[in-house]
C-alpha cells in the first residue's frame, strides 16, 4: 500500500470516529465518573446534559438511551455515587414523564429500577440538612411514584398498576404521614367531608394534595390494599392507640377512631376490588391482635339501641363480609347494614364521598343493587383515581330477626 492509500485511510478512520464521539456524553461521563462527590455547580451541570440528552434520544427514536443510559443510570449515579437529591428529583421527573412518552413497556426490570431508584433516593435524602428541604424532596418523591404508577397501569400487565409501585407508594405515605411532613400542612384532618357543606368542601380540595396525617395514611392503606399486603396494613394499623369514649358514643360528633377508619377504609377497597380473601385475612389478623374489647359484648352494643354506642367498625365488617359472600337474594341485609353504618360513621371519616363510591360499587357488584343515572359517572371516576349525622334515637333500623340469625350464624371473623 502506498504512502498516499495509507494516510488517506487513517483520515477517514479518524473522520469516522469524529462522527461517532458525542462530546456531550463524553463530557457526561467524565463529570459522573469523578472519583469525589460532585458539587452542586458540577451537579447541575451533570443535569442539563443529562436532559439534553433524554430529549435529544426521544426525539431521535433511540428510547433505550433516552430512559435507561441517560434517565435512569444518570438518577442511580447522581444519587448512589453523588448524594445529589435535589439534582436527581429533576431528572426522575423527567425520566416519569419519558417512560409514558415512549411507551415503554412496564416489565419486571424495569420494576427492580424503580425499586433501586426509591431506594437510593430516600437514603441521599437523609443526608440532607435542612429539614424544609427534606420535606420537599419526600414530597418530589411522592409525585414520581404516583408517576410511574400511572405509567405502570397504562403500560403495564396490572389493572390500576404495578402492586410493587403500589407498595412502595404505601410506605413512601405511612412514612410522610408520622414525619413533619405531613403535620398541619395544606390538609384537613380525618372529618373533613362531614357535616354540612363538607361534601362540597372536600370535592373542592380533592384537587390540591393533602398532606394532614390522615390523608396521607388513607393512601397508604389504599395502596397497600391495591398491593395486596394486608399485613402490612396491620402492622401500622398496631401502631395507633385504641378508640376513645369520645370517638365511641352515639352520635359523635368528632370523627371516628383512626385506627378503625383506616381498617374500614383498607376492607372496603378490598370488597370493592372482589379480593375478599386479603379483606378476611386483615379482619381476622386484627381482631386476634389488636382489637382488646369483647367480641361479644360488641355484638351485643351493635344490636342495642339503649347503650348509647356508635356502631362499631369491627361487627359492620364482619358482617360486610358474611353478606357478600352469600348470594344476591341478600342485598336487602347489606341495605339495612349500610344504613345505620353509613350516617353514624361512614360519613364522619376522611372524604365520605369515596367511601360511599365504594359501597355503591359493592352494591353494584355483589346484589345488583344499581345506583342513579347522575351517580354512575361520579362512581367510575372514583375508582378510576385509585391507580388513590347521628342515628336518630340510637341502635339500628329495625331488620327481620331471621335475617339478622342467619347473618351472624357462621361467624365473620367473630
Known sequence: MSAAAARRRKQLAAKAALATTDPISEKLSSLL?????????????????????????????????????YGYDVCKSLLEKHGKASVASQLLALL????????????????????????????AVLAVTSEAEKQRLYRLHRKFLKTVLGWSDVLGDTVLGSCDIHELLGRHSWFLSTSAV???????????????????AAAAGAEEDDYSPIALQSESVTHFTLAEKPMEILDRLRTLPDPTAQ????????????????????????VT???????????????????????????????????KKSPNHVVFLSMLLKIVEKDK????????????????????????????GYTTKIGRVYF?????????????NMMSMMGGGGMGGGG????????????????GGF
Not at 469523578?34 to 434520544?57: G, H
Not at 379482619?283 to 359484648?297: F, G, M, P, Q, S
Not at 341495605?335 to 350516617?343: A, E
Request: glycine share 8%; aromatic share 4%; hydrophobic share 35%.
Open 329 to 356: 337474594k341478600t342485598g336487602p341485609l347489606y341495605t339495612w347494614l349500610l344504613k345505620g353504618f353509613s350516617n353514624a360513621e361512614l360519613a364522619k371519616m376522611y372524604k365520605p364521598e369515596i367511601l360511599k
Open 368 to 380: 345488583d343493587i344499581q345506583p342513579p343515572p347522575s351517580m354512575m359517572a361520579t362512581l367510575e
Open 96 to 123: 416519569g414523564q419519558v417512560l409514558t412518552e415512549t411507551h415503554t413497556v412496564c416489565t419486571s426490570e424495569w420494576i427492580e429500577r424503580i425499586r433501586i431508584l426509591d431506594r437510593v433516593y430516600l437514603e
Open 273 to 307: 376490588m372482589e379480593n375478599l380473601r386479603d379483606a378476611n385475612i386483615l379482619l381476622k389478623a386484627y381482631i386476634e391482635t389488636v382489637e382488646k374489647r369483647d367480641l361479644e359484648e360488641l355484638k351485643k352494643s351493635y344490636m342495642s339501641k339503649t347503650d
Open 396 to 411: 339500628m333500623p329495625p331488620i327481620n330477626p331471621a335475617m339478622m340469625q342467619a347473618m351472624m350464624q357462621g361467624g
Open 33 to 69: 465518573s469523578s472519583p469525589t462527590a460532585l458539587d452542586e455547580p458540577s451537579a447541575y451541570e451533570a443535569l442539563q446534559l443529562a436532559q439534553s440528552q433524554v430529549r435529544k434520544c426521544v426525539k431521535s427514536g433511540d428510547y433505550e438511551k433516552a430512559t435507561v443510559t
Open 182 to 200: 405531613g403535620v398541619g400542612e395544606g390538609g384537613v384532618g380525618e372529618g373533613a367531608g362531614a357535616g354540612e357543606g363538607g361534601a362540597g
Open 247 to 270: 370517638e365511641t358514643k352515639l352520635n359523635h360528633v368528632c370523627p371516628p377512631a383512626k385506627r378503625e377508619s383506616l381498617l374500614t377504609r383498607s376492607i372496603l377497597v378490598m
